[in-house]
């Protein structure tokens, strides 16, 4: 399979742990998004790196909240000291932009579902 | 600031039925528009996408949907839905100068047989 890989895909932590998750884009994908899902909301974005760069952090995104993509390949997303309102699922997505655009298809991975007790 | 509305937030259809899902968006400039699609257990999917050009857009499994510009719409529409289109739906968008996407609630369609 060569579409975005997450790991874990589920997540049980108790409230105040910290907890990492990992997104492998698709193969050459420069461009990286993660964005956190609710129930009954749609995504709703986090952050995007373009290679190592992060380019847009969302308001939203608290100081507990942290994101990186060292090689520009695989991210991570880690949350400190987490929270009951820190549950949802948590997807990754990956794009190319062809040349001239500056946006283009997002393909997404198949979510961390994080779970704060 | 972009946001993106969907109005339909749960659709009962028997097969063969037609479908339209309303989307609006609201940014005055320049906006991509996309509608994704999660079928149960699954991860989002395209659907189809509008960047420019013409304003009527075909995606795959028959679905089409329509810019119109004045109107700030990007509905979605199929003539005649299958068991199988049972899922939720997305609307996005993103504007020129920021690759983030901005979705809509979503719209959970059941295809009833």
């Known amino acids: 399979d060569t579409g975005v890989s997450q790991d874990p895909r589920h997540k049980i932590t108790k409230r105040g742990q910290n907890v990492t998750f990992r997104c492998d884009p698709i193969s050459e994908h420069n461009r990286l998004y993660w964005y956190r899902q609710t129930l009954g909301q749609g995504p709703e974005f986090l952050t995007y790196?373009?290679?190592?760069?992060?380019?847009?952090k969302s308001r939203l995104l608290s100081d507990r909240f942290s994101a990186e993509r060292p090689k520009g390949s695989f991210s991570t997303l880690e949350i400190q000291r987490t929270e009951q309102g820190d549950s949802a699922m948590y997807l990754c997505?990956?794009?190319?932009?062809?040349?001239?655009?500056?946006?283009?298809?997002?393909?997404f991975g198949p979510g961390t579902r994080l779970t704060v007790l | 600031a972009q946001s993106v509305s969907q109005h339909n937030h749960h659709v009962i259809l028997s097969e063969a039925a037609s479908l339209e899902l309303g989307c609006n968006y609201s940014y005055g400039g320049t906006v991509n528009l996309f509608w994704y699609v999660q079928y149960p257990g699954q991860h989002l999917q395209l659907l189809l996408k509008y960047f420019s050009g013409d304003p009527l857009v075909k995606g795959i499994k028959g679905f089409e949907a329509e810019f119109i510009k004045s109107k700030f719409s990007f509905n979605l529409r199929k003539p005649s839905v299958q068991w199988s289109d049972t899922a939720e739906y997305f609307c996005a968008s993103s504007s020129y100068n920021t690759d983030k996407l901005i979705f809509g609630t979503g719209t959970r369609l059941q295809v009833f047989p």
């Open positions: 997505a990956s794009s190319l932009p062809r040349s001239g655009r500056t946006t283009d298809t997002q393909y």
């Open positions: 790196f373009q290679n190592e760069a992060q380019l847009e």
